[in-house]
């Protein structure tokens, strides 16, 4: 859908979210329990990027893919302040593990003391660093990966997991929306410019299938043959 003759910043009205959608389905959505408020209270409260948190809905989304899955090996890319990974680490098998990868040292730091108070601590290992340069060092074939870090880099995380996906594993792509900038003609900026080439280069690659969610900030679910 576009917008002739309106900018992004002139259409603020739009919104990409509705609002009392939004608040209708936190209702009918299975709430977080202690530790995931405690996060989201706390991001909210304190980070100046509170906006980024997966939230219940879209935390219980991932949860529930995850149980879905049931995986041995799952890796997310962006850790934040370890709300998402919490979600997701709910559907690991006995003896699974969850890799998770920020680059940021003060989130991995926060993230890694909320991981110490969860009951799932010991199989949540946590890498601090460059994502590029740390997935090939793991040695590891995924059965679930979460892309939610720097959007530039998305089509290159995509590439670099996808030949250590299972067959039948599940790539889940955060924010394929961008705050609706994917919507402008033309796309403008370099983060909006790079989800909309990661969305394009997706419905492009016959090695998968994939549905893209108008979930929050947009979640693609991307399966491999």
Not at 134 to 153: C, G, H, Q, R, Y
Request: proline share 4%.
């Amino acid at each position: 859908m576009a917008f002739p003759g309106l900018t992004f910043a002139e259409r603020s009205d739009v919104e990409i979210i509705n609002i009392p959608a939004q608040a209708y389905s936190e209702q009918f959505t299975t709430g977080e329990d202690a530790l995931l408020r405690e996060i989201a209270v706390y991001t909210s409260e304190n980070h100046p990027h509170a906006h980024m948190l997966s939230g219940q809905v879209q935390g219980r989304l991932l949860s529930i893919l995850s149980r879905m899955i049931r995986p041995s090996r799952i890796l997310e890319i962006g850790t934040f302040t370890g709300y998402s990974a919490l979600c997701l680490a709910e559907g690991l098998v006995e003896g699974g593990v969850l890799y998770t990868i920020e680059l940021r040292d003060e989130d991995a730091a926060k993230a890694l003391g909320f991981f110490n108070k969860s009951t799932v601590k010991d199989r949540i290992k946590l890498q601090v660093g460059n994502a590029l340069e740390i997935i090939p060092a793991l040695n590891e074939s995924w059965d679930m990966v979460f892309i939610d870090a720097d959007k530039v880099s998305y089509i290159n995380y995509y590439e670099l997991v996808l030949p250590q996906l299972k067959p039948g594993g599940c790539i889940i792509a955060d924010n394929v929306l961008f705050h609706g900038q994917v919507l402008e003609e033309p796309v403008e900026g370099k983060n909006a410019k790079a989800i909309h080439a990661f969305n394009e280069h997706i419905k492009k690659d016959n090695r998968v299938e994939q549905v893209l969610l108008t979930v929050r900030d947009g979640l693609m679910l991307i399966l491999k043959k």
